[in-house]
């Protein structure tokens, strides 16, 4: 059975930064893309970042320039470093891997 536990989330202050940890067991692991998405109130969950199995990154435009997803393959985890935050990156942060296993999802606040 495939686990996934974010970690990371928090209050912080505009233009700070915080780093996000999603860690993955009972899978294999390394041949998975893995996502990170948000759900901000009353919005729908949006995909923001992927990391494949070879390290390939992809962003949305909302994130790029400021967020950065890495992988410890060796870990089986994903991290979201998160810079130059803004008070409407406010959310709940989803990992995601594979197309069904989502982890229970961090809250980040951001105030202005």
């Known amino acids: 059975q495939v686990q996934v536990v974010e970690s990371g989330g928090g209050l912080v202050q505009s233009g700070g930064s915080l780093r996000l940890s999603c860690v993955v067991s009972?899978?294999?692991?390394?041949?998975?893309?893995v996502g990170w998405y948000r759900q901000a109130p009353g919005k729908q969950r949006e995909w923001i970042a992927s990391?494949?199995?070879?390290?390939?990154?992809v962003y949305a435009d909302s994130v790029k320039g400021r967020f950065t997803i890495s992988r410890d393959n060796a870990k089986k985890m994903v991290y979201l470093q998160m810079n130059s935050l803004k008070p409407e990156d406010t959310a709940v942060y989803y990992c995601?891997?594979?197309?069904?296993?989502w982890g229970q999802g961090t809250q980040v606040t951001v105030s202005s």
């Open positions: 995601k891997i594979g197309p069904l296993n």
């Open positions: 009972g899978s294999s692991f390394n041949i998975y893309a």
């Open positions: 990391v494949t199995s070879a390290g390939n990154t």
